[in-house]
Nanobody, 119 residues
Framework: QVQLVESGGGLAQAGGSLRLSCAAS????????MGWFRQAPGKEREFVGS????????VYADSVKGRFTISRDNAKNTVFLQMNSLKPEDTAVYYC????????????WGQGTQVTVSS
């Protein structure tokens, strides 16, 4: 059974940094893409970025490009979202998700972790 567990959320000041982790278990993820999404109160869930597990190719939403970095630790089956230069509009619940590299939809989701950025 695939399990994704996020951690590392919390409160940060504008301009500060946080690092989220997503621990993945339940299968070999070499043929998967790991994504980060977020959902702010009253808004739809939006794509933040993704990384292909094997090649390490990353994609970012324009809203976070240059501020957020996604990386992975293959040995620990963990994906990271390093968030720098945080803005109040980054406040949201952040979710880790996984999809097979050939699929469009993400099949597996974590429970989410809250990130709050104060001005």
């Amino acid at each position: 059974q695939v399990q994704l567990v996020e951690s590392g959320g919390g409160l940060a000041q504008a301009g500060g940094s946080l690092r989220l982790s997503c621990a993945a278990s339940g299968r070999t993820f070499s043929r998967y893409v790991m994504g980060w999404f977020r959902q702010a109160p009253g808004k739809e869930r939006e794509f933040v970025g993704s990384i292909s597990w094997s090649a390490g190719i990353t994609v970012y939403a324009d809203s976070v490009k240059g501020r957020f970095t996604i990386s992975r630790d293959n040995a620990k089956n963990t994906v990271f979202l390093q968030m720098n230069s945080l803005k109040p509009e980054d406040t949201a619940v952040y979710y880790c998700a996984a999809r097979v590299i050939s699929a469009y939809e993400y099949s597996y989701w974590g429970q989410g972790t809250q990130v709050t950025v104060s001005s």
